[in-house]
């Protein structure tokens, strides 16, 4: 939802753009008053979320965008991220940590498990136009 305290990005579908909206998120809080500690969660929550964004949802198509919309209250800072996935219909579960350093799963499934770490409050949601979003909410305090 766009309004006067919005910012929207459209990036390309490749791997790195995300740092682009990791430096506007940071920008964006650093003038709303976030601590460093909150821009730095913010900042890998939005990162991991454009490139599973890219990864899974747009499925590295090159043709793909990711769209991230930014937004904030006097307390809050919130950011969607859009692709043309489909989502999961059933949330895949924490990593086995235990099990990813004895080598016996992938490295695999800890950008979610970060994004749920870091943040507030997110919300992964199919939207049947238009694709995929992952909605994060990160309050200052």
């Known amino acids: 939802m766009m309004n006067q305290k919005s910012v929207e990005l459209s990036l390309p579908n490749v791997v790195g753009y995300e740092r682009i909206a990791?430096?506007?998120?940071?920008?964006?809080?650093k003038n709303?008053?976030?601590?460093?500690?909150?821009?730095?969660?913010?900042?890998t929550a939005v990162a991991e979320?454009?490139?599973?964004?890219?990864?899974?949802?747009n499925k590295m198509k090159s043709d793909a965008r990711v769209v991230v919309v930014m937004n904030h209250t006097d307390d809050s800072f919130q950011v969607e991220v859009w692709d043309r996935?489909?989502?999961?219909?059933q949330f895949p579960g924490d990593?086995?940590?235990d099990k990813v350093i004895n080598q016996m799963d992938p490295v695999m499934g800890f950008g979610l498990f970060l994004i749920r770490k870091l943040v507030d409050q997110v919300e992964f949601n199919r939207i049947?136009?238009?694709?995929?979003?992952?909605?994060?909410v990160v309050r200052k305090n």
């Open 85 to 89: 996935g489909e989502g999961f219909e």
């Open 32 to 43: 709303l008053g976030f601590s460093p500690e909150r821009i730095e969660d913010l900042k």
């Open 49 to 57: 979320a454009c490139l599973n964004a890219m990864t899974h949802g």
């Open 22 to 29: 990791m430096g506007c998120s940071e920008t964006f809080a």
């Open 95 to 97: 990593p086995d940590i």
């Open 128 to 136: 049947d136009s238009k694709g995929h979003v992952v909605k994060m």
